[in-house]
């Protein structure tokens, strides 16, 4: 069994209005020396497979096809082997 | 100037109906492989700040007071220095 994580971020070039929101949140509860807020997604996938390079590409097709937005988003993905 | 990762996740009891239905639909185009989705968020926080320290606190506090609910979530953060 392997873990990955999928992450998910906008392209720099796509405006985030609800990472902006939070940065204003976090102006207006007093966080000054936070610049920049940027948000994205997680995706923590559970994957059955006998090598690393499977689940890799399990990863890779499920990113691709369903989990990122080609157009707008960007992905990277971390593996792990569990247990 | 540091930059942050806020990763905020679903505490494992919390049921997570968005991360069943990625896998319902992972599951429909074929991805039979995959055995479990669990949805989390990501922040990217830029920081100003003078040592670590006050980084990686500025960052603990964003998670605590608004990034992360602290009764359904967890939150991990991984710091960095940015050139």
Chains 1, 2 share one sequence.
Do not use: C, W
């Not at 392997?2 to 070039?13: D, E, G, I, N």
């Not at 985030?16 to 020396?33: E, H």
């Not at 497979?49 to 937005?69: F, G, R």
Request: no cysteine.
């Amino acid at each position: 069994m392997y873990r990955a994580k999928v992450f998910v971020t906008l392209k720099p070039s796509i405006l985030d209005p609800k990472g902006k929101a939070t940065y204003n949140a976090l102006a207006n509860l007093g966080y000054q020396n936070i610049k920049s807020v940027r948000i994205g997604k997680m995706f923590e996938l559970e994957i059955e497979a006998n090598t690393e390079e499977k689940a890799q590409e399990a990863a890779e097709n499920a990113a691709k096809k369903l989990l990122a937005n080609d157009v707008m988003e960007d992905y990277t993905i971390e593996l792990q082997e569990d247990k």
